[in-house]
Each structure stands twice: as C-alpha cells, then as structure tokens.
C-alpha cells in the first residue's frame, strides 16, 4: 500500500477579522473592500469614500456584531472552517489508507494564501486540486480567490500542477445535503413551513455584464425545491446583504419578508445555500435583523437552517468533488 499522496488540497474562504474589536475588523475591511473583484468603481473615486467614510464609521459598528457571534476559539467563520478541513483531512485518510494534505487559506486575512501554499509546498506537493468554498461561482468570491492564488504564486519559481473547482452549484450531494438538513428542521419543529432560499447579493450590474451568479443561484433553488418536491407557493428565493446605493439581485430578503406576514405567510424557515459556512452573514444578519424584521411586521415563527458547515453530509460532498477533480493525478 502507498503511503504518500498524489496531490494535495487547498480549501479556499472569504476570510474574517483576527479580532472582535474596531482595529481587526478595519484592518479586514480595507483589505476585503479594496480589491476590485469586490468593489469595482474607478479607485479615484472610491478610496477616499473608502478610508474617510467607511473605515472610520463601519468598524466600531461591525465589531459589535462580530462579538455577538465569536466563538470561544475565535470567529465562527474560521472556526468552522478549519473543523471542516479537518474532518475531510481525516476522510480522505481513512478513504484513501494515508494521508493527503489538505490546508485552509482565506483571500482576505489568515490563514493567508502564501502560509498555506508553503505548508503544502513542505509536505512535497507538487499536484493541488483547489476548492472555493463557494457554491456558486461569482467573480466577486471564486474569481477574487483565483485572482489572490495567483498573485501569491508570483515569486515562486516552480508552480505546482493545479485543479480548479469552478463550483457545485447544482452537484447532486449538495443539493441532497441541503435537503436533508431542511428535512431534520421540519423534523425537529414538527412541521414544515414555506421555504426561504436566502443568497448573498452582488450589484445587478455584475450580472448584466456577463457574472453567472444569479443564475447558479437560481438553479441551486430549483433543484432543492424538486428534491424536496415543493410546490411554487411552497418556497421563495431572495437575495441579502445589500451595500451602498446602486441596485442589487433582487428581490430583496428585507423588503420580502417584511411582506409576508400581510400575504398570509407568517412561519419561515430561513436557509442560505450560498454559505457553506456560517458567519456573520447568516448568525446576525439573517437570525437577527431579518428574524426581527419578519416578526415585528407579524411574523409568528422564525427559524435559521444552519449552513451544511462540518456537517458529515458536506464531508462527503468534498470528498465526491476532490475524487472527481484528482482522478488526472491519481490514475497515473
């Protein structure tokens, strides 16, 4: 039996502040709003709305979400993420009969790309698969995580073969995994209830210029929809997580679920595919701000569908899409 691997795993995130206080998160944010993948107006115009406006008034106020949501070993984002990263590390060793590498990077913040391109460069690997830890491919997250990959590669003088996922959007383990977890919240509730498919947002303008986002989006919410055999009246699919002026994928998660209640629907449950982990996103904006919303407009009932996270069901999912994107390195 071998006992060295053919390749090894880069499990790539968005990334998270160090630190719960004003410091780490304007740190973060100058570094997250600054790259254009995410913020594309004219760097003329936007870095000084961006470091006289935004980072002098949006820190002080995000930190104190952040810290309504820290976990004991530090942001729930990477928490999760590296509990993930080591189950399939473990996975993969029992599957395979010896250990593959596999490490965590984030495109903004720590662990960074270069730590964890070296960490992998030390173990001997010469072939990487790289998995966005996106669901669904947007220039914004996935484009922006092979833009910061590339960059990192620059001064090495001696690339390693790479893999690159493009997303799994519709892969038959995802939406099953999704389906399952929406089945054991209708299980532990004692009823099922319309279905909320909640999705970051991203300018419309991406999308018009040619970002496949809104449409792996809207696919990921028909499959699970036809999974769960769910009538049209049965689900709706919204987009959150708006910024600045311009107009967003629509329709908008505040402004639906604030209408619910008058339309005769007032008990959610609330599910964010395009979040493999959980976040701040999905812990305060979605559980607070929306559940407050949904219910002051006369809401009675309001629950979050946590995101697959280290879930065994999302352990097997990487596990399926690293089998399918080694298979180069590991018939040889």
């Known amino acids: 039996m071998k006992n060295t691997s053919d390749y090894g795993v880069l499990m790539i995130n968005l990334g998270t502040p160090d630190g719960a206080n004003t410091a780490d998160v304007r ?8 790259d254009s993948r995410v913020v594309d107006l004219n760097p003329l115009l936007w870095k000084p709305i961006l470091n006289l406006i935004i980072l002098t008034i949006r820190p002080p106020k995000v930190a104190k979400v952040y810290q309504q949501v820290w976990m004991d070993e530090g942001s729930p984002l990477l928490v999760l993420s590296q509990r993930l990263k080591e189950n399939v590390k473990k996975a993969l060793a029992e599957k395979n009969g010896y250990d593959v590498p596999v490490e965590l990077a984030m495109t903004y913040g720590n662990p960074s790309m270069e730590v964890a391109a070296n960490a992998l460069r030390k173990q001997g690997v010469k072939n990487i698969v790289v998995v966005p830890m996106y669901p669904q491919f947007s220039a914004t997250t996935t484009g922006a995580a092979y833009d910061r990959l590339m960059s990192s590669l620059k001064r090495c003088p001696h690339w390693p073969s790479l893999q690159l996922l493009h997303d799994y959007a ?17 299980e532990q509730q004692g009823e099922r209830r319309h279905l909320v498919l909640s999705y970051h947002g991203i300018p419309k303008r991406y999308v018009t210029n040619g970002d496949p986002y809104a449409r792996r989006c809207n696919t990921t919410s028909k ?30 998660a505040d402004a639906t679920l604030k209408a619910f209640p008058s339309k005769g629907i007032k008990k959610i449950n609330v599910i964010s595919p395009a979040f493999s982990i959980d976040c701040i996103e999905t812990l305060e904006e979605i559980t607070l701000e929306l559940g407050d919303e949904f219910k002051h407009n006369g809401g009675e009932a309001f629950e979050y569908i946590p995101a697959l996270n280290d879930s065994s069901d999302q352990v097997d999912l990487y596990l399926a899409l690293i089998e399918q994107n080694t298979k180069q390195w590991t018939s040889l």
């Open 27 to 34: 740190r973060f944010l100058r570094e997250f709003l600054s």
């Open 170 to 186: 519709d892969h038959p383990l995802y939406i099953t995994a999704l389906a399952n977890s929406i089945r054991k919240q209708w």
């Open 223 to 252: 499959r699970v929809a036809e999974e769960l055999g769910l009538k049209d009246d049965e689900w709706t699919h919204v987009y959150q997580s708006r910024f600045g002026r311009e107009e967003w994928l629509k329709p908008y």
